[in-house]
């Protein structure tokens, strides 16, 4: 009881009313924290396809039976603040929308019952990638929140191309794959030396949106070699390691076709000739057959 005296005492008294006003300004910020919370967005990046369609999460707290008329939800780009969608006055407010997202942006309004003001961003482009801002105003609360998008896709496993170049004792080690964005490319010879400034890479979007990245390196036919490739998409922490191996054939297997060849020229000019003599042959034959018959 004593405790309690000394507590009325102390707020009450005539040169203690500030504390009073604090406390209960303290206990007003503490009720309003535990019952209303800011938006909530994902802490870990969104990844997207180029040119698929993505969503980025955002949700508020929403007090049941308040007034969603009053709801004021948009989403920005910083750090110049284009205005990618906002909503207020029960319906959608494209006229400040910045032109890059024209088309391509929905919110779920009739999800806001239920604190969901995620945003629909279709046919995502390589420009997409960044931060995102979510703000939402209601009767309780003016919250902001960011997502990070980041716009990529992991490599294809890759396909390995061999040609032998005719005429010429070298071939063309061609390896392909696809993703997004551009990759980094390293070639290893068997000692795991690296060769890279040996081989030519190249890489272009395809019609999908991705990259298609083609690594070329030209070797020596005379000798067996092993090689090891290693591709690395740094955006999604993708690495691709292989490691394989070229077995050239021995050089009498390789002129075995030539000696053929040369040969199948030789024996032209002799089946020629039989060809003749057999058609000779024939002809004196009927001849004699014909003056045989007119004398009789």
């Known amino acids: 009881m004593t405790h309690d005296m000394d507590f009325h005492k102390k707020v009450m008294h005539p040169g203690r009313t500030l504390d009073y006003k604090r406390l209960?300004?303290?206990l007003y910020v503490i009720l309003l924290t535990q019952t209303y919370?800011?938006?909530i967005v994902p802490r870990s990046p969104v990844t997207s396809l180029p040119g698929s369609d993505v969503t980025l999460s955002c949700s508020f707290s929403y007090k049941a039976g308040a007034d969603l008329?009053?709801?004021v939800a948009t989403w920005q780009r910083p750090p110049a603040d284009h205005v990618v969608h906002s909503f207020y006055y029960g319906r959608d407010q494209l006229g400040l929308q910045n032109e890059t997202y024209k088309n391509r942006t929905q919110l779920f309004?009739?999800?806001?019952?239920?604190?969901n003001a995620s945003l629909r961003l279709k046919l995502v482009r390589f420009e997409d990638e960044g931060w995102y801002t979510c703000a939402v105003t209601n009767q309780v609360e003016n919250t902001r929140g960011d997502v990070r998008l980041i716009v990529a896709a992991p490599y294809s496993e890759p396909h390995i191309h061999i040609d032998i170049m005719e005429g010429r004792d070298q071939y063309t080690l061609t390896l392909y794959s696809r993703g997004y964005p551009s990759a980094t490319v390293q070639w290893l010879n068997e000692t795991g030396c690296d060769i890279t400034e040996r081989s030519r890479t190249s890489q272009s979007l395809d019609s999908r949106g991705l990259v298609e990245l083609r690594s070329q390196m030209l070797e020596q036919r005379d000798k067996n070699a092993s090689y090891t490739f290693i591709l690395n998409n740094t955006k999604l922490d993708?690495?691709?390691r292989r490691s394989f191996s070229v077995t050239i054939n021995t050089g009498s297997e390789r002129s075995a076709a030539p000696i053929a060849r040369s040969h199948l020229l030789l024996l032209i000019p002799v089946l020629l000739l039989m060809l003749t003599t057999t058609a000779l042959i024939a002809l004196k034959r009927a001849g004699e057959k014909s003056r045989a018959g007119s004398s009789s």
């Open 37 to 39: 919370d800011a938006v």
């Open 238 to 240: 993708q690495i691709i």
């Open 24 to 26: 209960i300004s303290l």
């Open 69 to 71: 008329g009053k709801v």
């Open 109 to 115: 309004p009739e999800q806001f019952s239920v604190g």
